[in-house]
Nanobody, 125 residues
Framework: QLQLVESGGGLVQPGGSLRLSCAAS????????IGWFRQAPGKEREGVSC????????NYADSVKGRFTISRDNAKNPVYLQMNSLKPEDTAVYYC??????????????????WGQGTQVTVSS
């Protein structure tokens, strides 16, 4: 069974940091572009970041540029989302997703074939 599993979420104070991980079970992430999405209560799902299969290209939503960093080391499988300077508005369930291509539509959920179950990130004092 092909699965993506996110981890690393939790409760953090404003200004703090978290690192999310996305790992695969049943397949390798090496040949997939990986996207991170989030959904806050009452809001639509939002594309946060994406990285190409090689790791050579990345994209970020304007709301997280300069604060979040996506990375991957294909030899070790997981894809990471380092989140710094967290704000209360970053509170959401974060999902990773795997898709066959990397491109200008990276922020659209329809570009991805596999999704994880999500991990909760709460930024609050």
């Amino acid at each position: 069974q092909l699965q993506l599993v996110e981890s690393g979420g939790g409760l953090v104070q404003p200004g703090g940091s978290l690192r999310l991980s996305c790992a695969a079970s049943g397949f390798t992430l090496d040949y997939y572009a990986i996207g991170w999405f989030r959904q806050a209560p009452g809001k639509e799902r939002e594309g946060v970041s994406c990285i190409s299969s090689s790791g050579g290209s990345t994209n970020y939503a304007d709301s997280v540029k300069g604060r979040f960093t996506i990375s991957r080391d294909n030899a070790k499988n997981p894809v990471y989302l380092q989140m710094n300077s967290l704000k209360p508005e970053d509170t959401a369930v974060y999902y990773c997703a795997a898709g066959p291509t990397y491109g200008s539509s990276w922020y659209l959920g329809g570009e991805y074939d596999y999704w994880g179950q999500g991990t909760q990130v709460t930024v609050s004092s």
